[in-house]
Each structure stands twice: as structure tokens, then as C-alpha cells.
């Protein structure tokens, strides 16, 4: 049997319909299957293996014992919703209203596809960093999109602004933003965010802004784009309390953007999963309203995990690049004679024990050949297992 239809187009776009038509699997449910199949360490899936405050916890485990097990609004509940805008508040001085402008979604993943789905017509560009989440390849092209991108140049990743100026142009329609960066650990700078108001503008553009990460800087401070001058109005800000909380598999996010923006989405993502999270959206709320020192706290104890792996790559033989946020770290294997990152990583559980991935899963063509020997590790573990981790990887270099 022949299965035609859109989902080519989503895995063509994420890079995993190959030549032959075959679809292959992502990078990530490959490296996860290889740890659990060798017993390998496994640094290559952003997940972390400790839970989230306690206070989080307890919030979702009294709302089910309250009763909070049916279909929650679906914007998402008022106490989450003011719980965001809050934040925003609190942490951005950004005005929000609660019951026009923020959404909750299922993950900061459906608010980008919803988002995407909503805003995008065939043919219509989108403009992204490269390397890039591999989400956003997918629905681009399941939107009938174009994807343009614009490299992050190692090792600081930045982007070259002349480039990005040539590559928004009127024909494009979102300009779509990750920072702090996965997988690179870039933290986009003031005068790199003010250059995509200034072309959102100019071209009459959308700027889409994933943020999940906000929280998790070591130095750099985080600029939400929305805070800039003439950002507000033309940005749609995606979060969620995954990586804030540590409970990924909870599924939570919002987003924050002008009324008529939040309606757009909304008309798409009320067909997607409609609701979800009922009694983790006021464990979500309760998080968000935790005191200044849990915000810090989390950056100061992950900014440690990344030292210590980073400390163990260069005693391995690695050349590490420096993350500033986020939960991963670069590393280039050359320096041990590995020039192929994806190979290298296939045969890493043998090699030492250890998962990563290549960085080549977040890119395409000319930039993953430019890179084709670096590797993303994840360092949001519990110090033992990245010590563990780092006394494996020494062995490389024996």
C-alpha cells in the first residue's frame, strides 16, 4: 500500500525522509536506543533525571486529588494565564493580559507548530537560525513554507548580521527565533535581536520567539524579544515550565503575544489537542510564582553540570565550545581524529560508555559538512552521572 500525504512533507522538512522515500528515525529515539540497548550514559536526549520543587509536585498531585481531571478552558485555566503574564511582569516589565493574550499550550512544541500552522500560506518564508530544532524544519514544510536559515558561526555561534539582513526579505513571513539557542548554548545578543525588530518591520514580518530555556543563562542575560523597542507588537513569545521545573514530560507551555495574534492561534490549536494538562497547569502557576532565589538557584546548580562535563570533554581531548545557556554543550571530536560526528557518536557507547549526538541533526548541507565534527552533549544530569560520564569520556585519550 501506498501512504500518500502530508506527513512526507513534515519528515522531508525535519531531514528524515531520505532519497529512497524511507523515513528514518530522529537522531535522539536512535541515540536513546542505543544507551538503554549498551547501558551507555546517556547524554544526547535533553531530559533531565532529577524531579522539579517539591511545592510544583505537590500543586499537580492536590489538583488531581481536587478534582482538576477534566477539560480545563481552552485558553487554559485563569490561574496559569495570570500566573504568565505575572512573570512577564515580574521578570521583563511586559504588560500582559491574561485573558487576551496569553494562550496555554501542550509544550512549547505545539504552540510553535499551532503558531506556524496559523500564520503561514504556501510559499510564504521563514527565516531561522542554523543549527536549528528539528521542529521547526517539520512544520515549516508541513505549512507549505519555505525555510531560509542563516548560520550561527562556531565557536562563539553568532550570526553574520549583513547575512541575516539579505536573508529576510518581503517574502518573509515569520522570522523564528530560539534563544537561549538549542543546541548550541548561544544566548542571542541585544544588537542581533534588535536587527530582527528592525527586519520584521521593514518587511512586515512575524517575529516567533522560542524561549523555553529563559531561566537557564550562566552570564549573558536572557533579552526577551518582545521587550525591545517595536518588538512587542509584532511577536509571538513561546515558553513552557519543562526545562524551568524539570518536568518535561508534563507537557505545559504558553505563549504570550497582541490579541489578535493569540486568535490566530488559537483557531489552529483548538483542533490540535484542544486541552491539555488539567491538573499540571496550577502546579505550573504555583511554579511560576516561586521566589526570585528558585530562578537563580537553577541557573547557578545547571551553570556547575555544564563545568564539570566541560571540564571532562577537554580532559578528554575535546575542544569545547562555551555554552551560555541551556541545557547542552559543543564539543568538537576532530581534535581525536574523529571528523564524522554522526559515525563518531554511533560508535561512542563502545568507544567510552557515553550517548551524545551530532550536531549534523540540527542542520543541512553546507553547514552540517562545515560542521560535520562536532557533537551537542546534554549536561542536565545529576553531577555523579556527569562525573561518571567525564571519567568514561578520559578514557578516549588514553
Known sequence: MTVSGA?????????????DGVVRPTIFAEMSALAVRTGAINLGQGFPDEDGPTVVLDAAVDAIRGGANQYPPGIGIP?????VAAHQRRFYGLEVDPDREV????????????????LLEPGDEV???????DEYGAVISLAGG???????????????????????????????????????????DRETLTTIVELAHRHDAIIVTDEVYEHLTFGPQHIPIATLPGGRERTVTLSSGGKTFNTTGWKVGWLTAPAELVTAVLAVKQFLTYVNGAPFQPAMAAGLALPDEFFTGIAEALAHKRDVLSAGLRAAGFEVHRSDGTYFVVADAAPLGHSDAVEFCRRLPELAGVVAVPLSAFCRDDYAQRTASLVRFAFCKRVEVLEEAAARLATLSG
Open 127 to 133: 527565516v531561522t537560525f542554523e543549527p536549528f530544532y
Open 79 to 83: 490561574e496559569l494565564r495570570q500566573a
Open 146 to 188: 519555505v525555510h531560509r536559515t542563516v548560520p550561527l558561526e562556531p565557536p562563539a555561534f553568532r550570526p553574520d548580521l549583513d547575512r541575516l539582513r539579505d536573508t529576510v526579505t518581503d517574502r518573509t513571513r515569520v522570522i523564528l527565533v530560539n534563544t537561549p539557542h538549542n543546541p548550541t548554548g548561544a544566548v542571542l
Open 7 to 19: 506527513w512526507r512533507a513534515a519528515a522531508r522538512g525535519a531531514g528524515l525522509l531520505g532519497a
Open 103 to 118: 494562550l496555554v499550550t501542550a509544550g512549547a512544541t505545539e504552540g510553535i507548530a499551532a503558531t506556524l500552522l496559523a
